[in-house]
């Protein structure tokens, strides 16, 4: 029993600290992550005894959720409605690295996160999703999953903040457009 309650905290935690590391204007302390939790400070570090620890986990995490919400989405929804909502949680995985930047950089720099690693496992998935697209016919076929990623970028280093929400979407949207085939004519 104690297992299952440990990995809940942990879940409870990484779901907290994702929440604050997305909503703050820089890294918020580990204190007030385990304030937010409900949780003692001791309770923080016993499953993430350092920063980068809890770091890793999030953004670790954040990208287990992109990769397999390609594959899930498209359990769900044709491949272009895959797409867009896969687009919404890369601007979730953007936006929790809001609070966690420097850190972030610093483990990228020491190698202790591999950037190149992550740049692979989210072009799979949007070539996962960009495959199934052209095979419904509701995507572009001379789309390449790097040009996906490059926009994405754009559109969350313009409209990176919560309060920017409604800009992104346009954004999102307009690319959608732009991701789908041209008509052809009657």
Partial sequence: MPRADAARNRDQLL???????MSADGEPSMRAIAREAGVGIATLYRH???????VDAV??????????????LLGHLPPAASM??????????IAAKNGMLDTLRA?????????AQTRTELLTAITTILDA???????RSDIAAGDIAAALIGIF???????????ANRLLNLLMDG????????
């Fill in 48 to 54: 993430f005894p350092t920063r980068e620890s809890l």
């Fill in 107 to 115: 483990m990228i720099e020491s190698g202790q996160i591999t950037h």
């Fill in 157 to 167: 280093t313009v409209a990176p903040r919560p309060e920017q929400k409604a800009q």
């Fill in 133 to 139: 697209g052209r095979t419904a016919g509701d995507l």
């Fill in 179 to 186: 991701l789908r085939p041209a008509a052809r004519p009657s």
């Fill in 84 to 93: 867009r909502r896969w687009m919404d949680l890369f601007g979730d995985w």
């Fill in 15 to 21: 779901t907290v600290a994702t929440r604050v590391f």
């Fill in 59 to 72: 953004y670790q995490d954040q990208v287990v959720r992109l990769t397999s919400g390609a594959r899930e």
